[in-house]
């Protein structure tokens, strides 16, 4: 096949180094927010290209254009641009998306006045500039791959060896202002880098399509992971990946062009990742809703057979003579440590078709079990777990009818919607606030338990 010749697997390993430097500025970038600039970077080198082909063809008529001559064109215009963007950001009515966008559409309306002038020109036809809108790699020769690929693993480096100074300035500037970090320099350096991205892509991405291959791989990182250093490498492998596929295939069909292909699989690899990505994926946050309504579920199980059947030993307490006791297993119901087992009491808003599978999550966490009669019960551990689900709704509650004064009702209903959100430390400061009773391990409930006594006894 023609793509696994010397020089098609030359520009395969350019593009790939490419792909992964632009996945990793793109990383940068979408981090200060500012995935315009390579946008308007890009529409920059667009008069840039045509203005250094006007000059050389005025220098030497008729002569080869380089690689390298064509790209310092496009850097000398992609400077003007950010020096641009970078005075209109200084003035207060245009700060924001404004500063980039202004410089965007004047730099492309004068490169389309130059390519129109260049076409008309003699050798215009013939000068190949076309390549530079929609990315034609395989017209690349050796020596310009050579170029272009040592380049891509120089920004490489550099963003490897500058990483910490990178980041701080993306997430904090005045912090890293304030610790002696000279913020201006690293501004620069990382427009620098992003301006050389831009301007060897052209080649081998096409200008109109190098934002997308900056902007789509960190992009798609996201749903991956959360973790800084594991997004940036996700990123560049993104790159790399939608990079080396979109070459084979612009390779083995000349229909297809090199830019569009590339970035095409980017899109693909985005539309994959925000399916499938193991942190912020759709299957992923299904998946995770479903668990944790589950674990809502089951706590709210837990907890309404505790109170039931605390409220049925207050009841028959009250209810009986004096000298007399009350069943061991309702006595014990809030005795730390005692081994008895509950009957369960499902909860009144409780759907019969997630009944199933909460009892299937409640026996696998060793939460229920059937008895020998058919009967569900809460194990041991299921009672611990209950009094745990208990003491963190009542501590809830206790704190919102002391301290911000709700009442009663009102803080029950409150409380429902916060105790699944709140950590085990969240737990330890309401102990240390409220300084409370904890003699059964529990805190008595602030307002009265209306939960009938014979269903507690005898539950379904």
């Known amino acids: 096949m023609s793509w696994l010749s010397y020089n098609s697997l030359l520009v395969l390993a350019g593009t790939t180094l490419l792909g992964a430097a632009c996945g990793l500025i793109g990383f940068f970038l979408t981090l200060r927010r500012q995935a315009l600039l390579s946008d308007v970077i890009s529409h920059a080198a667009l008069p840039g290209v045509a203005l250094a082909f006007i000059v050389g063809e005025w220098l030497v008529p008729n002569g080869q254009r380089s690689v390298l001559w064509l790209a ?23 700060r924001g998306d404004a500063a980039f966008g202004i410089p965007l559409g004047g730099f492309l309306a004068v490169g389309v006045v130059l390519f129109s002038v260049v076409q008309q020109m003699p050798s215009g036809n013939a000068a190949g500039l076309e390549s530079y809108l929609f990315g034609r790699a395989a017209a690349l020769s050796t020596n310009d ?56 892509a052209l080649p081998m991405v096409g200008f109109l399509l190098v934002v997308a291959l900056m902007v789509t791989p960190p992009a798609a990182a996201r749903f991956w992971t959360h973790r800084t250093g594991l997004m940036m490498a996700v990123s560049s492998l993104l790159g790399m990946l939608a990079a080396g596929a979109g070459t084979i295939v612009s390779g083995m069909s000349e229909q297809v062009p090199t830019g569009p292909a590339i970035v095409l699989f980017a899109t693909l690899l985005f539309i994959v990742s925000a399916i499938c990505g193991a942190s912020h994926g759709w299957i992923h946050r299904w998946w995770s809703d479903r668990r944790q309504r589950s674990e809502r579920a089951l706590d709210d199980l837990l907890r309404n057979t505790y109170e039931a059947h605390e409220a049925a030993q207050d009841r028959q307490a009250a209810l009986l003579p004096a000298g007399h006791d009350v069943a061991p297993e309702i006595k014990n119901a809030g005795v730390e440590g005692a081994g008895i087992e509950l009957p369960v009491v499902y909860p009144p808003h409780l759907r019969e078709t997630g009944l199933q599978a909460l009892k299937r999550m409640g026996t696998s966490r060793g939460f229920l079990r059937l008895d020998s009669r058919g009967k569900w019960r809460l194990t041991t551990l299921g009672v611990q777990r209950a009094k745990a689900v208990v003491l963190r709704h009542r501590l809830i509650e206790l704190y919102l009818i002391e301290h911000a004064e709700f009442p009663p009702d009102q803080g029950d209903r409150t409380a429902d919607l916060l105790e699944h959100a709140l950590g085990p430390h969240t737990v330890d400061e309401l102990k240390e606030i409220l300084r409370v009773d904890f003699g059964r391990g529990v805190v008595r409930s602030p307002h009265p338990l209306e939960t009938n006594a014979a269903e507690a006894m005898a539950p379904k």
Do not use: N, Y
């Open 72 to 94: 310092g064109g496009a850097l000398f215009a992609s400077a003007i641009a950010v020096m641009i963007c970078s005075t209109l950001q200084r003035l207060r009515p245009l």
């Open 145 to 200: 791959v050579f170029l272009l690929g040592g380049l891509a693993a120089g920004v490489l480096v550099v963003c490897l060896v500058c990483q910490k100074e990178l980041l701080l300035v993306a997430f904090d500037p005045e912090h890293a202002l304030a610790q002696g970090w000279p913020v201006a320099r690293l501004d620069a350096l990382l427009t620098a880098m992003v301006a050389c991205i831009c301007v060897l």
